[in-house]
Nanobody, 127 residues
């Protein structure tokens, strides 16, 4: 699976922004999808994930109730709708795909659980 993230940009605090991840490959409907972000000088951190059938979604506490992850398997696309953005959301956002599943929800929080990564898209939120 090859991934290409897009939709980043510069917005003011409180505004929304939507990120898109286009996947190329027949296995997209069977992979977990995740969004991560990395701010300068910080480690890459989990943002959200969604199961292959969209039944299960998970969010980092810092974005819960503000961000929404979704996917369209017919279009090989994963989306991250970001609402009420804050300056601390500023980071490079990456989409990722993982072939395996695990009973532990924390499994999906780890970058090492994902096999394929997009190139990242910059999101900057001004105060």
């Amino acid at each position: 699976v090859q991934l290409q993230a897009s939709g980043g940009g510069l917005v003011q605090a409180g505004e929304p922004l939507s990120l898109s991840c286009a996947a190329f490959g027949r296995s997209f409907p069977s992979v977990n999808m995740g969004w991560f972000r990395q701010a300068p000088g910080k480690e890459r951190e989990f943002v959200a994930s969604i199961s292959p059938s969209s039944i299960r979604t998970r969010y980092a506490n810092s974005v819960k109730d503000r961000f929404i992850i979704s996917r369209d398997n017919a279009k090989n696309t994963a989306l991250l709708q970001m609402n009420s953005l804050r300056p601390e959301d500023t980071a490079v956002y990456y989409c990722a795909a993982g072939r395996h599943t695990h009973d532990s929800r924390t499994y999906y929080y780890m970058p090492s659980s994902y096999d394929y990564w997009g190139q990242g898209t910059q999101v900057t939120v001004s105060s």
